[in-house]
């Protein structure tokens, strides 16, 4: 890929972004930023291709697998957490008659 | 173009398909349980799809699984453990460590890129692409460096482990991040130079920069923080996607950030505050003790808990104010006990949701879903408040600024023009609160001062337990 297209990549995502959340309730602002930050872990690519590419260079290895730990633990955290949060919403209403 | 080139385009066209439809989704309460899913399920094809590639094309050594499989294990495990542990009062204080976590990873790919630069990661190497790689490591650090520091002051913060210090609130501040955000651009200059050395200036300085910019916001304005924080991951992941030249991770992160900007735009409007302010200003309430507002209360009414439920009983239709306070003290179940014994004596009971009550925009809603509190019963403001001048009772719990008439009433205060609850409207009104102190903004509360309102002293949850005895004794919820 040339620098440009990538260019055009990062203002066509932000683009997206921009348009994606137009009108949000409240009840929604903490489960919405929570499902944003587990996927901004999307980095755990990034960590992905720097193990990959390594080539047996241990100390690169090594900052390669904690930076896909931390992107892993923003990941699965993240995902999971909104999920019990958006659990609570979907609740039948047990109390109600 | 061969097969795994070809399917790693597929999938990847997928997921960023499916990521988009998932923020989009999370945007509604409907599909929004879905909507985290699919994001989730995008996240996991996009693994697959790149870990297809590189066994089709360049294969992956036994070493590099080893050192894959370790990360992902340690990574997961941890991130699942603490997202089912995790109580959800402290929400907030969990999506920030997740965020400055995913800073991390985008600070620690550009440093391991730029310590040891990826063989065969450069072909037909020239001036101009080492230019580009190397702006786009050091914005990543920079970027991953601010989020990281940024969100664990953040949660020490809201986990009451760090106070603001007292130097933060003055001018001072302002010199020192200038210092290290003018220090951060001679390291970044330096980089590009060619200096590879200064990379660590860098780092130090920029986690520095985390640091002394968000340690003076105060409590209140943590979650717009929290929330812009968040929207820095996303830059600092699109940057690091040019660091390592993928266009999944571009989208991804361009998306989030952009995203995460908007949402922090939509949370600063609920608060009444501006971004800058929030930035720049310092905590709120140290600005506001000298301007208007620190006047003396003179007409308080206290009432004992036993009134409370006597009012109670004979009330036809009840409005619950939740607040910061009701979060804090863990009270929501305890609430909803309360509030059931209302609904079998065949009072009408709703609760009144300000956009900012909790401790982050929507985190009261979590909080009484999780007490079981029927969806319907949640109303938000505009729905609300025309509703308060046929309700018997109000019941403020925890709240303050939120239901302050002054943001109505009077234009000098620095309240005027935020949004409130008009629960003064109501024949009566209950506050129960600790004590005299002031909100967040350090304002003086008119409401208190009504004859309409009394005031009920003591710990949320200790109240509503009292309230419940008191109930019982009335003999309300029995059949």
């Not at chain 2, 903004?441 to 008191?470: H, Q, R, Y």
Request: hydrophobic share 50%.
């Amino acid at each position: 890929m040339s620098f440009i297209s990538l260019l055009w990549v990062l203002l066509l995502g932000s683009l997206l972004g921009l348009e994606l959340i137009g009108k949000v309730p409240p009840t929604l602002h903490t489960p919405l930023m929570s499902g944003a930050n587990a996927i901004s872990g999307i980095t755990m690519l990034a960590a992905l291709t720097l193990i990959v590419k390594a080539e047996g260079n241990v100390p690169l290895l090594i900052i390669g697998s904690v930076s896909l730990g931390f992107a892993l633990f923003n990941v699965v955290g993240g995902f999971f957490v909104t999920d019990r949060m958006l659990a609570m919403f979907s609740r039948k209403p047990s109390n109600k008659k | 173009m061969n097969l795994p080139v070809i399917i790693k385009f597929v999938i990847d066209l997928v997921a960023v398909l499916l990521l988009a439809l998932g923020i989009k989704g999370l945007s509604k309460v409907k599909s929004a349980r879905d909507a985290n899913r699919l994001a989730a399920l995008a996240m996991s094809l996009s693994v697959v799809g790149l870990l297809f590639y590189y066994l089709g094309t360049s294969g992956i050594a036994i070493q590099s699984w080893i050192w894959i499989i370790i990360g992902s294990i340690l990574g997961s495990l941890f991130g699942a453990i603490l997202a089912k542990k995790v109580p959800m009062t402290s929400m907030p204080e969990t999506v920030a460590l997740f965020n400055g976590c995913g800073g991390m990873s985008s600070l620690l790919v550009a440093l391991g890129v730029a310590i040891f630069p990826i063989s065969g990661g450069q072909e037909n190497f020239d001036f101009f692409k080492s230019l580009i790689n190397e702006v786009s490591i050091s914005v990543s650090i920079f970027v991953g460096a601010i989020t990281f520091t940024g969100s664990i002051v953040a949660m020490a913060k809201l986990q009451g482990w760090l106070s603001t210090p007292g130097w933060t609130q003055s001018k001072v501040r302002h010199f020192v991040n200038i210092v290290f955000a003018v220090a951060s651009l001679i390291a970044f200059f330096d980089l590009i130079n060619g200096n590879t050395s200064s990379i660590w200036l860098l780092v130090i300085v920029s986690s520095f920069l985390g640091i002394g910019v968000t340690l003076p916001i105060g409590g209140a304005d943590m979650p717009v923080v929290i929330s812009l924080l968040n929207s820095y991951s996303g830059i600092a992941a699109a940057a690091a996607g040019f660091v390592v030249d993928s266009q999944l991770l571009i989208v991804a992160g361009a998306m989030v950030g952009a995203a995460g900007l908007i949402l922090t735009q939509v949370m600063c409007k609920g608060m009444n505050r501006s971004l800058v302010s929030v930035l720049f200003g310092g905590s709120l309430s140290a600005q506001s003790t000298t301007s208007s507002g620190s006047g003396e209360y003179t007409n308080i009414t206290s009432c004992s808990v036993e009134e409370c439920a006597l009012t109670l009983e004979a009330a036809n239709k009840v409005i619950i104010v939740p607040g910061y306070g009701l979060a804090v003290a863990q009270a929501q179940h305890t609430l909803r006990e309360v509030t059931k014994k209302l609904e079998q004596n065949g009072i009408e009971v709703v609760y009144a949701i300000h956009p900012v009550a909790g401790r982050m925009p929507g985190h009261m809603n979590v909080l009484l879903a999780e007490a079981d509190v029927p969806y319907e019963q949640l109303k938000e403001m505009d729905v609300v408040n025309p509703d308060f001048p046929a309700t018997d009772v109000v019941l403020v719990l925890g709240a303050n600024d939120v239901v302050n008439p002054q943001a109505k009433n009077d234009s000098s205060s620095p309240l005027y023009g935020m949004p409130v609850l008009d629960v003064q409207e109501a024949r009566t009104v209950f506050v129960i609160k600790r004590g005299m102190s002031a909100g967040y903004s350090g304002i003086k509360n008119d409401l208190f001062d009504l004859p309409n309102t009394s005031m009920v002293f003591g710990d949320a949850k200790k109240v509503l337990n009292d309230l419940i005895g008191e109930l019982k004794d009335l003999g309300v919820g029995e059949k």
